[in-house]
């Protein structure tokens, strides 16, 4: 992870090597951690994208932030 100092909002991305993009317990609460500190930096996070070979899923996409 990184922070530039001129950074105004961000997206983040990772897998699941299991192939199944859902969101789990955990993602969802690391992502409104992270969303939280990044408030505090004036960062806007503006979605979290989990990707496998199944395809992707949004968490904005699915209104879960």
Request: proline share 5%.
């Amino acid at each position: 992870m990184y922070f530039n100092k001129i950074a105004y909002g961000d997206r983040k991305f990772h897998n699941h090597p299991s192939g199944d993009p859902t969101p789990s317990r955990a993602d969802i609460e690391m992502t409104k951690e992270i969303i939280e500190a990044a408030k505090r930096l004036g960062i806007s996070v503006h979605d979290h994208i989990i990707i496998g070979r199944k395809g992707y899923s949004s968490m904005k996409g699915l209104l879960l932030i």
